[in-house]
DNA sequence: ACTATATTTGACCAGTTTTGTCAAAACACA
DNA sequence: TGTGTTTTGACAAAACTGGTCAAATATAGT
């Protein structure tokens, strides 16, 4: 199973590239760049798009992939889960009206 | 389509009672609540279960709304909301082995 | 229109959480 | 050991949450 941290770290490393170098690219620091990596810290959407661009990674893809990790965050309570996404799913079908 | 706020409000006007009423049962300011009811703010999960237990509500029932509010709330981008469903329950069945 | 009561709104505060910065510690490896 | 990279943790700044209160607004009865 995929994850956002995941994503990005395989980008840099098949692109040979070090944190510092991706930091100055992006203006994000390095500690933090390494946090994304290991999941350790959500980035903001603004930070998701950087990333997508520089690697050339489909923002689609990414962005899905951070916004089901904060999602699955929401749902500690692993029991209700699947009863929350059904539920979610009728709410989304329902304002698309 | 049901929410939080519409259960919440309906039951207390099933059983008559003001807000200064629930309010003063529940120990939270009426304020917030009128705010809960009208779906302005997110109560805590702690008082998703005072509501329940005062109004007689199906705990499960009351916590999936909230929860799943909380979710539609996450997927401000609508158009990319399924494929993150999606991909929220492929983690979650993963998590759980 | 006036009163009385109920609800909603908005400004403000305090506490928490999130985000960013930095330097030291840990790691990898020649 | 020495050099370069990554990780960790302490700290501060900023953003977000949740609560309090009083004024504004709405509602109903007279």
Redesign the pocket.
């Known amino acids: 199973m995929s994850n956002f941290g995941d994503l990005i770290r395989i980008a840099r490393e098949e692109k040979g590239l070090?944190?510092?170098q991706v930091a100055a690219e992006l203006e994000i620091?390095?500690?933090?760049i390494?946090?994304f990596?290991?999941n350790?810290?959500?980035p903001?959407k603004e930070q998701v798009l950087k990333f997508a661009k520089f690697y050339k990674l489909d923002k689609e893809v990414l962005l899905v992939e951070w916004l089901s990790d904060k999602v699955v965050n929401d749902l500690q309570d692993e029991s209700l889960a699947d009863k929350v996404l059904k539920a979610a799913e009728q709410k989304i079908k329902f304002k698309r009206k």
Chains 1, 2 share one sequence.
């Not at 620091?29 to 933090?32: C, F, S």
């Open positions: 070090f944190l510092r620091d390095q500690a933090i390494s946090k990596e290991r350790e810290r959500k903001t």
